[in-house]
């Protein structure tokens, strides 16, 4: 048996709808809607299942992949006039660090528990949006495509090349049981103005889902800046901050449709940008820019078999043309950068209480670019995993091993883990294990703004571990987890000069640290939120002058807290993050300052008492309330106070049912759903179990 090899994997129980929990688990984290059963709070919770049927078939999913993970889920729908794209809504999760390049638009990347940002996977609905290694700009995802966000953090090794940190994967939005017709336009700041259109409906049996998304900002503002930061009392200077505006426009389709035991999916997704490059303060470059269009097609087919097995594949191919203009790289670079790639995954219950799962994915990628040289390789790996679970699901073992090509450098990728669920609410969790990364493909060719790549960078190695233990009640979830890591030739981003980043390997280096989640909903009307990371990062064998210093852009303190409250017609909200110094460079001798962010808001039903469709909102926000003055990454100043307005329509036309007492497209959808499930139960449930 498989599970005493690898000490097994404990995959999320994937019994009927009707009662999808652990036995053990908690009954007030969970309730059923649409068919499925999804999770009440927005915290950082032990254990999640997927909503329906159709996303339990996802197998690149964080929930279905590595259950027993450090995962946050965060609710974008109630998020959309907050949040003007995906990052805004990540770095409310603990061990997020957010790198700005300042203002709508511009450039925004994520690091986990200390690991790059280069190390973190970004997917949307399971497709990877970069290649292995290269750091997605989350800047280009809008809040208006989606549904949720899943961050899985540390140790994404079941992901293999380009998941080391851990891997985000972003969800779009889900069509009613009918037809749904929403719009949102946001007007603000430094004129700043975002626009999204789309519609979800049932299609030719399916799932149908179209967005259009768009974004302009002069993002012209002022800021103040300290010439000389060692006389004590200098008085600042205001600058202006010019060639910091940005130009959007983007879409995605999908359409899902189930023929039988198999479901298809197929989603486009594409955008075209336009930005200016305004540099960091020291060294401003008021003509650079650049322009961008990426495209992404992907199809995924899931079937279940009655002997409880299910067969998953996806395919996906995806373009990425950049030209830089007027730029340190001379008067223009155009690069093209393209992949391919496949997966195909096979899982199979045996017995009871065991399923074993196999997964081989392939691909290339390859770059264009003036040089001539048009570099490319290939990836390729495979994948084994066990799980086993143990006394009607309270206790669930599983462990993996994976091992991947990526041009000349082949990494190994064991990991193993567990989750207990006691009494009173109480569960623990615990995973251990090695990830392994080649410099990426980006990493050593790809120029990408203002990062350099580093052609004589080698492998990093990692060996992690974290302990999570977990408290959920009716009215209230607290949870803490402290993880470690210890790196060999880690590869991180430093600053480059005169304002540029670059890559390079430090020979060792550990990062350790602790999170601290809870959540508190002690009326329907008031819900409060509150997350800390401290984070402790040495470099172990180095040059002596970097000896036992801290990493760079690893802020040691980070605190994020929320609260929202009032009437279904009326809700109020208030924010404060917080995050420490940081430094910019190996030598600790430029660092970024601490600096603490209070957000406001109010949104608004406006035709509540007498309008139930189409459903109007009506949203204000204001950030950075005590006009903080503060830079990021090698000194990009930050916004200082900004207002924003959104008016946002939403209308759902549900679909009647057919005459005769037939069920709708859904209904048919969902019955088809608790059958396939109940044709497969879960890990230590019998088939007869309800």
Do not use: C
């Not at 990052?87 to 690991?115: C, F, Y």
């Not at 917080?578 to 970024?592: K, P, V, Y």
């Not at 204000?620 to 207002?643: C, H, I, M, S, W």
């Amino acid at each position: 048996m498989l599970s005493l090899l690898f000490i097994a994997l404990a995959a999320t129980p994937d019994a009927g709808v009707e009662d999808a929990r652990p036995e053990g688990a908690n009954n007030s984290i969970w309730r059923l809607a649409d068919g499925g059963v999804i999770p009440l709070i927005e915290s950082d919770v032990i254990v999640v299942v997927p909503e329906t049927a159709e996303e339990r078939a996802t197998p690149s999913s964080p929930l279905v992949r590595d259950p027993s993970a450090a995962i946050t889920v965060r609710d974008a729908t109630h998020a959309r006039a907050e949040a003007k794209d995906a990052s805004e809504l990540i770095t409310t999760t603990p061990g997020s660090v957010l790198q700005d390049a300042g203002g709508a638009g511009q450039r925004k990347t994520v690091s986990l528990r200390g690991a790059a940002p280069n190390a973190v996977m970004v997917m949307l609905d399971g497709v990877p949006l970069t290649g292995p290694g290269a750091a997605m700009d989350l800047a280009r995802i809008p809040t208006s495509a989606l549904d949720r966000i899943e961050v899985l953090r540390g140790g994404g090794s079941r992901y293999g090349p380009g998941a080391m940190g851990g891997v985000i994967n972003l969800v779009t939005r889900r069509p009613p049981n009918g037809t749904s017709l929403f719009a949102d336009v946001t007007q603000g700041s430094f004129v700043t103005t975002q626009l999204s259109a789309g519609a979800a409906t049932q299609l030719l049996g399916g799932d149908g889902l179209v967005l259009l998304h768009g974004l302009r900002s002069e993002g012209t503002f002022n800021y103040l800046y300290d010439d000389m930061p060692s006389i004590t009392g200098n008085p600042l200077t205001t600058l202006r901050r010019e060639n910091n505006d940005a130009l959007q426009g983007g879409g995605l389709a999908r359409f899902r449709k189930r023929f039988g035991d198999t479901q298809l999916d197929v989603l486009a997704e594409g955008m075209a940008e336009s930005r200016g490059l305004a540099g960091p303060i020291q060294n401003p470059s008021p003509t650079s820019r650049q322009g961008s269009g990426r495209g992404t097609l992907s199809l995924r087919t899931s079937t279940r078999f009655e002997s409880g097995g299910t067969l998953s594949t996806f395919a996906y191919g995806r373009l990425d043309d950049t030209t830089f203009a007027a730029s340190y790289l001379g008067a223009s670079y155009h690069q093209l950068e393209s992949s391919v790639g496949g997966e195909l995954v096979f899982t199979q219950r045996i017995g009871s209480s065991n399923e074993l799962t196999a997964l081989v994915t392939g691909g290339g990628e390859f770059l264009r670019e003036p040089s001539g040289t048009n570099p490319a390789w290939g990836k390729l790996g495979a994948m084994l995993a066990d799980e086993l679970v143990l006394f009607d699901g309270a206790l669930s073992i599983h462990g993996s091993a994976r091992v991947d090509l990526a041009g000349k450098f082949v990494v190994i990728s064991p990991r193993v883990g567990a989750m207990l669920f006691l009494p009173a609410g109480f569960s623990i969790r615990a995973n251990a294990g090695q990830a392994s990364r080649p410099p990426s493909f980006s990493e050593l060719y790809v120029v990408q703004g203002t990062l350099l790549p580093n052609s004589e960078l080698r492998p990093e190695r990692a060996l992690s571990g974290d302990v999570g233990v977990a408290w959920t009640h009716d009215k209230a979830e607290v949870s803490a987890t402290g993880f470690m890591s210890l790196y060999e030739d880690l590869i991180s981003y430093e600053y480059y000069p005169p304002n540029l980043a670059r890559p390079f390997n430090f020979s060792a280096a550990r990062v350790g640290g602790v999170e601290v989640d809870a959540t508190a909903r002690p009326f329907h009307w008031l819900e409060a939120n509150a997350g800390y990371t401290w984070l402790d990062t040495q470099n172990l064998r180095d040059d002596p002058r970097y000896y036992l210093k801290a990493l760079p852009f690893r802020p040691k303190h980070r605190f994020h807290a929320r609260v929202s409250g009032g009437p279904e017609w009326l809700r109020a909200r208030a924010e404060i993050a917080f995050q420490s110094s940081q430094f910019m460079n190996r030598t600790e001798t430029l660092s970024i300052p601490d600096r603490a962010f209070v957000n406001v808001g109010v949104t608004a039903l406006p035709l509540f008492a007498w309008v139930k469709e189409p459903r109007v909102t009506l949203s204000a926000e204001l950030k950075n309330v005590l006009d903080v003055q503060t830079q990021d990454l090698d000194g990009y100043p930050l916004p200082p106070r900004a207002f924003f307005v959104t008016l946002g329509v939403q209308w759902d036309v549900q679909r009647a049912a057919p005459e005769r007492g037939l069920r709708s497209t859904s209904e048919e959808r969902q019955a088809q759903d608790k059958k396939q499930l109940a044709l497969a139960p879960s890990p230590g449930q019998s088939a007869e179990k309800p």
